[in-house]
């Protein structure tokens, strides 16, 4: 029923290491852009990172040099692997494969998908 799943989240101790997994239903291989938000109960959610079809990657400031994102198009799976993590990493993690142009979908199919998040904690 779902078409993304997020899974990887937990609760980690500052310093340490998360790997994120977005799991799609279908087929990831022409989706333009995969990426990664996070969200802060009272604050608008942000980009964390996003990869494209071509490989370029983007990342929040935030986050560079400790996170790294990547997709595996023969599993169809979109990673956040997350290093050193800090306290103010903690957020629920939303997984986005922007289909609006993926042409191996039906039209109506085309849009942006969103996972129900999962929950990392960064704390002592």
């Known amino acids: 029923q779902a078409q993304v799943a997020e899974s990887g989240g937990g609760l980690v101790q500052p310093g340490g290491s998360l790997k994120l997994s977005c799991a799609a239903s279908e087929s990831i291989r022409y989706t333009s852009t995969v990426g990664w938000y996070r969200q802060v109960p009272g604050k608008q959610r942000e980009l964390v990172a996003t990869?494209?079809?071509?490989?370029?990657?983007n990342y929040a400031d935030s986050v560079k040099g400790r996170f790294a994102i990547s997709r595996d198009n023969e599993k169809n799976t979109v990673f956040l692997q997350m290093n050193n993590l800090r306290p103010e990493d903690t957020a629920v993690y939303y997984c986005?494969?922007?289909?609006?142009?993926?042409?191996?979908?039906?039209?109506?199919?085309?849009?942006?998908?969103w996972g129900q998040g999962t929950q990392v904690t960064v704390s002592s």
């Open positions: 990869v494209t079809i071509g490989g370029i990657t």
């Open positions: 986005n494969l922007d289909r609006s142009q993926d042409f191996s979908v039906p039209m109506w199919r085309r849009k942006e998908y």
